[in-house]
T-cell receptor, first 117, second 112 residues
Framework: AQKVTQAQTEISVVEKEDVTLDCVYE???????LFWYKQPPSGELVFLIRRNSFDEQNEISGRYSWNFQKSTSSFNFTITASQVVDSAVYFCALSEGSGGGADGLTFGKGTHLIIQP | SQTIHQWPATLVQPVGSPLSLECTVE??????LYWYRQAAGRGLQLLFY??????ISSEVPQNLSASRPQDRQFILSSKKLLLSDSGFYLC???????????FGAGSRLTVL
């Protein structure tokens, strides 16, 4: 069965600090997809990134970067030079199989990130 | 462009009353549709998903039900709400082969 673990329930840092959100996943499939979503206080989930199991290249998008390591089943998310607007709950998610998640994604419990000014 | 609408945004209902949350998607056809629930401290739980009209798969047995009477309409219902049904309900859609879930703004349900 698939499982996503976000061990950090809440993280609080001061603005401009770097912060890493951890995500560890479990799956028996060799083909799977990993995701990160952001949930600001408004509640709507915003898609940030998707990574398939065959692509272990790290990705950088502005201040955001993602480190995918199959050897440790981890897909960690780093925010560089954090800003108050980054305050949100961040979810890591997994879908198994080449079908790409037609039967939905499995989400972790989320990490509440608080950026203090 | 595709958009997803979900309503009502907020709902306060007494125990034992019925529930109807509605979700519609515009700008696409034959989407996969999903209902998730977010309870405090428990992350996102998949409740139902649908790959087509009248095709509903239930992930968690409970007193909730879902229906898809039209291609781009997904409804979450209950005949009698329980206190434990309180939470934040999110509708989402996925295009064929797209592999990314796009969420609605959510409906916050409080059962008293």
């Amino acid at each position: 069965a698939q499982k996503v673990t976000q061990a950090q329930t809440e993280i609080s840092v001061v603005e401009k600090e770097d912060v890493t959100l951890d995500c560890v996943y479990e799956t028996r499939d060799t083909t799977y997809y990993l995701f990160w979503y952001k949930q600001p206080p408004s509640g709507e989930l915003v898609f940030l990134i998707r990574r398939n199991s065959f692509d272990e290249q790290n990705e950088i998008s502005g201040r955001y970067s993602w480190n995918f390591q199959k050897s440790t089943s981890s897909f960690n998310f780093t925010i560089t030079a954090s800003q108050v607007v980054d305050s949100a709950v961040y979810f890591c998610a997994l879908s198994e199989g080449s079908g790409g998640g037609a039967d939905g994604l499995t989400f972790g419990k989320g990490t509440h990130l608080i950026i203090q000014p | 462009s595709q958009t997803i609408h979900q309503w009502p945004a907020t709902l306060v209902q007494p125990v034992g009353s019925p529930l109807s949350l509605e979700c519609t998607v515009e700008g696409t056809s034959n989407p996969n549709l999903y209902w998730y629930r977010q309870a405090a401290g428990r992350g996102l739980q998949l409740l139902f998903y649908s790959i087509g009209i009248d095709q509903i798969s239930s992930e968690v047995p409970q007193n909730l039900s879902a229906s898809r009477p039209q291609d781009r309409q997904f409804i979450l219902s209950s005949k009698k709400l329980l206190l434990s049904d309180s939470g934040f309900y999110l509708c989402a859609w996925m295009g064929y082969g797209a592999n990314v879930l796009t969420f609605g703004a959510g409906s916050r349900l409080t059962v008293l």
